[in-house]
């Protein structure tokens, strides 16, 4: 059974969820990956056991609200932050799909005592540039921030439309998309709209540094899975490579797939992670 509902932040926003399982079996509180939903993470629930899954619309995405402010890298972790304590969770294990590992790697780093365990898929730490990079990286961001703000799409006759432009830019399979998709689509005057906030198309102004990145890793004092899709992004393997050896205790798994693993093979994907819980 799915449960819908709404977390109200200290600031007015509202975080849409979804949840599924038993309230007193221990929380699993899953992140989802850029322009997801909390909707990518209905098939794994159907195969994870013994747990509370709450999954999160992330700001600008899904059914939450959008920011007045540019979606920089750090304020996710202040968001998160926020979430945890408008909703009174205190200690959790924290899985995140490809922007959402990102986020929930960089949360264990800064909030130990609040993750017993971090579950990565397909994603491990933030994103880093060199230094060199920085200057010419801020230029493009702030001379595209105008462009967007003016851009706004004609919407979709069909849902199904949505859908195939959605599988254009990703490898992911028509099922999958359709849910995500759904999802985050609303109805106005005969057309179908994108919810999600297109100031999330922009690029992030300023990146950390790969020291940055690993001080952050290097602050995870709770167990980590990452699990890597066998046709997933090849980046993971280099970043496994340089940034394995920051996280204390490290596991690592291929499943079968592509980016989104987790609803193509849901059911192997559930099992890696009971075991790596002790579900089972």
Known sequence: MTTSGEIRLDDGRR????????????????????LDNAESFRPLAAHLNGVHLVALDLPGHGHSSHKATPYVFVDWLDDLYRITRAAGWQRFILLGHS???????????????QVSQLIMLEGMGPLSQPDHEVPGQIRRVLERRSRTALRRHPGFEEVAQAV???????????????????????????????????????????????????AL??????????LRGEHGYPELAQQWAARGGAIAALECAM??????????????????????????
């Not at 922007?99 to 960089?106: H, K, T």
């Not at 890793?217 to 990452?226: C, F, H, N, R, Y």
């Not at 592509?258 to 192997?268: C, K, R, T, V, Y």
Request: glycine letters at 8%.
């Open 255 to 280: 499943v079968p797939g592509g980016h989104h693993f987790h609803m193509e093979d849901p059911a192997l994907t559930a099992l890696h992670i009971e075991k790596f819980c002790r579900l089972r």
């Open 217 to 226: 890793l290097s602050a995870i004092t709770a167990p980590v899975l990452l």
């Open 99 to 113: 922007l959402g590992a990102l986020i929930g790697s960089a949360y264990a780093g800064v909030f130990p005592e």
């Open 164 to 214: 195939a432009a959605r599988c254009q830019v990703s490898d992911m399979q028509v099922d999958a998309a359709r849910l995500i998709v759904q999802r985050n689509l609303e109805e106005r005057e005969g057309r179908w709209y994108w919810r999600s906030d297109p100031a999330l198309r922009e690029r992030t102004p300023l990146r950390m540094s790969e020291g940055q990145a690993l």
């Open 15 to 34: 975080v849409a969820y979804l949840s599924w399982g038993e309230p007193e079996a221990p929380l699993v509180l899953a992140l989802h990956g850029w």
